[in-house]
T-cell receptor, first 114, second 109 residues
Framework: DVKVTQSSRYLVKRTGEKVFLECVQD?????MFWYRQDPGLGLRLIYF???????EKGDIPEGYSVSREKKERFSLILESASTNQTSMYLC?????????????FGPGTRLTVT | QKEVEQDPGPLSVPEGAIVSLNCTYS??????FMWYRQYSRKGPELLMY????GNKEDGRFTAQVDKSSKYISLFIRDSQPSDSATYLC?????????FGAGTRLTVKP
């Protein structure tokens, strides 16, 4: 059974704190993604990585950074959390197949910044 | 204009009804068209995908793609309470995948 796990289901942080969200996949996938999901806006891509130590900005990278030191692990970092980063964060992975149509998602982390 | 438009609903139907969910898009380069289902407090899971135009059927679910109109649909026949979820359309070109906002569906017993 394929699996993407995220380190926390719920997280409450204060404004200005540094926040780490961890994601691990066990499918040996090359690609990994971080999205945020907000009502009415759907899933918006923050960053993705297609290989270890490689990263590409998505549509809304401002205020975020990422780290991928190992193939199975992709971390999202909020350098200085702000209230407008309160959201559901979803990690996903997919194979490197050129026209990949399937991404496997983790259960999400609901982050509240107060 | 958003790249993918999807009516967020919510949509509430009685058990056994036929459900129609729709999305429009603006980028004609998309090649794969997907429907993901997301249950409450879970991540989205792929339900169906279609390559280019045409229909695809899987049990009670039918996906349709009309590339000329840039319009995709998902039909659910004989809807069940277990179908209650948020349905997200998605489309991709290479590794660039775009999602709709999701339609929340409730099927009442």
């Amino acid at each position: 059974d394929v699996k993407v796990t995220q380190s926390s289901r719920y997280l409450v942080k204060r404004t200005g704190e540094k926040v780490f969200l961890e994601c691990v996949q066990d499918m040996d996938h090359e690609n990994m993604f971080w999205y945020r999901q907000d009502p009415g806006l759907g899933l918006r891509l923050i960053y993705f990585s297609y290989d270890v130590k490689m990263k590409e900005k998505g549509d809304i990278p401002e205020g975020y950074s990422v780290s991928r030191e190992k193939k199975e692990r992709f971390s999202l970092i909020l350098e200085s959390a702000s209230t407008n980063q309160t959201s559901m964060y979803l990690c996903a992975s997919s194979s490197a197949f050129l026209y990949s149509y399937e991404q496997y998602f983790g259960p999400g982390t609901r982050l509240t910044v107060t | 204009q958003k790249e993918v438009e999807q009516d967020p609903g919510p949509l509430s139907v009685p058990e056994g009804a036929i459900v129609s969910l729709n999305c429009t898009y603006s980028n004609s380069a998309f090649q794969y068209f997907m429907w993901y289902r997301q249950y409450s407090r879970k991540g989205p899971e792929l339900l169906m995908y279609t390559y280019s135009s045409g229909n695809k059927e899987d049990g009670r679910f039918t996906a349709q793609v009309d590339k000329s109109s840039k319009y995709i649909s998902l039909f659910i026949r004989d809807s069940q309470p277990s179908d209650s979820a948020t349905y997200l359309c998605a489309m991709s070109r290479r590794n660039d995948m775009r999602f709709g906002a999701g339609t929340r569906l409730t099927v009442k017993p």
